[in-house]
C-alpha cells in the first residue's frame, strides 16, 4: 500500500494542494472516458441481481458522466455523479462535489455507489466509511480497481494504490465492525493499458 501526503511546512494537510491538483487533472482529461461501457453494463446486471428494487445510486468522481448514464439507463432509477471540478456542470445528472463529504439526505439512503476513483483518496478509510454511511442496508459498494490503482502507480493525482489482494484487509481496518468485502468480480473487458481490471464488492453488516 502507498498514500501520497500532501503536507503544508508545518505538518499540517495541504488540502488546498490536494483540491488543486485534482482539478488539474480533470481539466487535462476532461475529453476521457476511463469507464469501460461493458464492465458498466456487467456492474449493472450485478446489483439489479443483489439489490433489490434499486432507486437511487451514487457514482463518485465521474468527469464526464457516463458511470451514471449507463447505470441508470440498465437499472431504471435515478443516479447521480460527483466531481470535484468545476467541469461537473457541463455534465448531466453531475454534482460539484468533494466525495470524502456526504450530503445529510444520503445517510443510509444509497442503494448503492459505484467509482473508480478511489485510488484519488487523499484518505482511504475516512472516504470509505463516507460512502458506507451512505448505502442503506442490502446496498453494496462497488470499487473498480486495476494495476492502475496499485501502489506503484500512487502519486500526487493519485493519492492512494494497494494490490487487489491487500484491499479486504485494508477495508476490514477501515470498517471498524460495520462492513466488509462481500466478494471480488473479475471484470468482463479492461483497456488495453491495465493488465487486470476486478470489482470489490463492499457490503454493510
Same mark, same amino acid.
Given at each position: 500500500?502507498?498514500?501520497?501526503?500532501?503536507?503544508? $511546512?508545518?505538518?499540517?494537510?495541504?488540502?488546498?494542494?490536494?483540491?488543486?491538483?485534482?482539478?488539474? *487533472?480533470?481539466?487535462?482529461?476532461?475529453?476521457?472516458?476511463w469507464?469501460?461501457?461493458?464492465?458498466?453494463h456487467?456492474?449493472?446486471?450485478?446489483?439489479?441481481?443483489?439489490?433489490?428494487? $434499486?432507486?437511487?445510486?451514487?457514482?463518485?468522481?465521474?468527469?464526464?458522466?457516463?458511470?451514471?448514464?449507463?447505470?441508470?439507463?440498465?437499472?431504471?432509477?435515478?443516479?447521480?455523479?460527483?466531481?470535484?471540478?468545476?467541469?461537473?456542470?457541463?455534465? *448531466?445528472?453531475?454534482?460539484?462535489?468533494?466525495?470524502?463529504?456526504?450530503?445529510?439526505?444520503?445517510?443510509?439512503?444509497?442503494?448503492?455507489?459505484?467509482?473508480?476513483?478511489?485510488?484519488?483518496?487523499?484518505? $482511504?478509510?475516512?472516504?470509505?466509511?463516507?460512502?458506507?454511511?451512505?448505502?442503506?442496508?442490502?446496498?453494496?459498494?462497488?470499487?473498480?480497481?486495476?494495476?492502475?490503482?496499485?501502489?506503484?502507480?500512487?502519486?500526487?493525482?493519485?493519492?492512494?494504490? *494497494?494490490?487487489?489482494?491487500?484491499?479486504?484487509?485494508?477495508?476490514?481496518?477501515?470498517?471498524?465492525?460495520?462492513?466488509?468485502?462481500?466478494?471480488?468480480?473479475?471484470a468482463?473487458?479492461?483497456?488495453?493499458?491495465?493488465?487486470?481490471?476486478?470489482?470489490?464488492?463492499?457490503?454493510?453488516?
Amino acid at each position: 500500500m502507498k498514500l501520497f501526503e500532501y503536507r503544508k $511546512p508545518d505538518g499540517s494537510f495541504d488540502y488546498a494542494t490536494y483540491r488543486a491538483n485534482q482539478i488539474a *487533472a480533470n481539466h487535462a482529461k476532461i475529453d476521457w472516458v476511463w469507464a469501460v461501457e461493458e464492465n458498466l453494463h456487467f456492474v449493472g446486471a450485478y446489483i439489479a441481481r443483489v439489490v433489490e428494487k $434499486p432507486r437511487f445510486g451514487i457514482c463518485h468522481g465521474t468527469r464526464r458522466g457516463k458511470e451514471q448514464e449507463w447505470l441508470s439507463s440498465d437499472l431504471g432509477c435515478e443516479v447521480i455523479g460527483t466531481e470535484i471540478s468545476d467541469t461537473a456542470s457541463q455534465f *448531466a445528472h453531475t454534482i460539484r462535489w468533494d466525495f470524502h463529504d456526504v450530503k445529510p439526505e444520503w445517510i443510509d439512503a444509497v442503494d448503492f455507489i459505484y467509482s473508480n476513483s478511489f485510488d484519488h483518496s487523499y484518505d $482511504p478509510g475516512k472516504c470509505l466509511r463516507a460512502w458506507m454511511s451512505c448505502v442503506r442496508r442490502g446496498g453494496v459498494c462497488v470499487l473498480e480497481h486495476t494495476s492502475y490503482h496499485g501502489p506503484d502507480a500512487a502519486n500526487a493525482v493519485d493519492p492512494f494504490g *494497494a494490490e487487489l489482494t491487500l484491499m479486504p484487509y485494508l477495508i476490514a481496518t477501515w470498517a471498524e465492525g460495520q462492513f466488509g468485502v462481500r466478494e471480488i468480480l473479475k471484470a468482463p473487458a479492461k483497456r488495453n493499458e491495465v493488465q487486470d481490471c476486478d470489482f470489490v464488492v463492499v457490503q454493510r453488516f
